[in-house]
């Protein structure tokens, strides 16, 4: 693999980061240009890499051999695990200029969709071009897409929020909730909620269920109400009740009125218990079935793409109504379960119910204790009069164990020493 003189740097994005071993430690995220006086155009020094556990660090420019559309190789194994902090003179290249508002030479309006950068005779990257789509007045026709010099175009310089979100929402839409999340903490609070506000509420509900606290309520405030009550609408009835919680009792009060009452009606049973309970952390909208109803009916429901892994991985079997609170509880069956009988047996029949279920009082720790005793992902929570209301899942109990700012990038446990080696050069 070699690396081409010019690399245009928004095809970069999400591209596998590789050691000299061929194994992968991350993926780009991000490109960093330091600012240099007029009429030198930014110069970039390295890349950000995300990597598990969303920590971002730095990639010294120095030190990568190879960019390719497939993979960028690093020439050493050795890395600066430190969280990436963006210096006061430097660009983010993605996150800043993407879409934004130009103008050319000729004095046509337009926006940026993507810079390059290219390879000096002295080994360094200085943003060189830009590719520009014109903007023609017109709804229904795209403007040309031009790829001029960087110092033929307008409205580059400094740093600003002049540009729009289209661009970067291109960038960041295969993106996993959870690391779309963690892009999102990285923009000012003004840009992050103009993107947040962009994407559906679907989208939106997903990524806010994977924000720290106070970002959801930030995030979450910057709507307005009719929307704010849609995304919540969109949520699972537990983490909507969960960012509800942190909202004061008269906000909670006008978003819930505003919520379509078959939606806001969960929500508000969640609300009623105390915290640190099963009824506190648990999902209202399991899966049910009857007892009459058959393994492949039952394997059916599980497959639904909107379901988490650990809601699908069991059916729940009651007696009618099916919906919480349900009729009588018999007990569940496991995905493994459904996957070794005939398709046509009832469920009734291959129920298993020797393990007591929750009660919606039971606190954390003992529904900690009892998942780990019996391997559980996911344990029932029953009424007094033995009907299911819900269901704690494994990833209820790990949000609710977990220290509260765990969602929170800043707080990072610091690396072993072993693996702080540092790279040579800026650490951006």
């Known amino acids: 693999m070699s690396t081409p003189n ?18 992968q430690v991350g993926r780009v995220r991000d490109a960093v240009a330091r600012l240099r006086p ?28 190879s960019i390719d559309p497939d993979a960028v190789v690093l020439g050493s194994g050795t890395l600066n695990l430190r969280r990436f902090e963006k210096r006061p003179n430097e660009l983010l290249v993605l996150q800043e200029l993407l879409d934004r508002r130009v103008q050319l030479e000729n004095g046509q309006p337009g926006t940026v969709v993507d810079v390059s950068m290219e390879r000096s005779r002295g080994g360094e990257w200085p943003l060189t071009r830009v590719a520009v789509r014109e903007q023609t007045g017109r709804l229904t026709r795209r403007g040309h897409l031009q790829q001029v010099e960087w110092d033929r175009v307008r409205g580059l310089g400094g740093v600003g929020d002049t540009r729009g979100t289209a661009n970067l929402l291109a960038v960041l839409e295969d993106m996993r909730p959870a690391d779309l999340a963690n892009a999102l903490q990285d923009l000012p609070d003004a ?10 509420d679907e989208r939106l509900a997903d990524v ?5 606290e106070h970002d ?30 942190e909202l004061p009792p008269p906000e909670q009060d006008v978003l819930l009125d505003l919520m379509e009452p078959d939606e806001a009606n969960p929500v508000r049973q969640l609300l009623r218990y105390a915290s640190g309970t099963a009824g506190s952390v648990m999902t209202s909208e399991p899966v049910i079935l009857p007892p009459d109803a058959t393994v492949a009916e039952a394997l059916a429901r599980i497959r639904e793409p909107q ?59 003992e529904i900690t204790r009892r998942m780990a005793t019996y391997d559980l992902v996911a344990m029932p929570v029953v009424d007094r009069n ?6 704690v899942t494994v990833d209820d109990v790990l949000d609710h164990s977990l220290p ?20 040579d050069g800026g650490d951006g």
Request: charged share 25%.
């Open 6 to 23: 010019r690399v245009y740097l928004a095809r970069l994005a999400g591209v596998a980061v590789f050691d000299p071993n061929g194994d």
């Open 38 to 65: 007029s009429p030198q155009s930014p110069e970039v020094v390295g890349l950000v890499a995300e990597m598990p556990m969303r920590r971002r660090i730095f990639l010294s420019i120095n030190r990568i051999t």
């Open 191 to 200: 840009r992050r909620n103009e993107v947040a506000a962009a994407l559906d």
């Open 208 to 212: 806010l269920s994977e924000l720290p």
């Open 216 to 245: 959801q309520v930030e995030i979450l405030a910057a709507l307005d109400r009719e929307r704010a009550a849609d995304v919540l609408e969109e949520m699972e009835p537990d983490d909507a009740a969960d960012l509800l919680n």
């Open 307 to 365: 379901l988490s892994p650990a809601v699908a991985a069991q059916v729940f079997v009651t007696r009618a109504p099916m919906t919480t609170p349900t009729g009588r509880y018999l007990g569940m069956v496991h995905f493994q379960r459904l996957l070794r009988e005939p398709p046509a047996d009832l469920l009734g029949g291959v129920v298993v119910n020797d393990i007591d279920p929750l009660r919606p009082t039971t606190p954390l720790p």
């Open 386 to 391: 033995n009907r299911l209301v819900g269901a």
């Open 404 to 423: 509260r700012d765990w969602r929170n990038r800043d707080v990072v446990p610091a690396p072993a020493a072993a693996e702080a080696e540092t790279l």
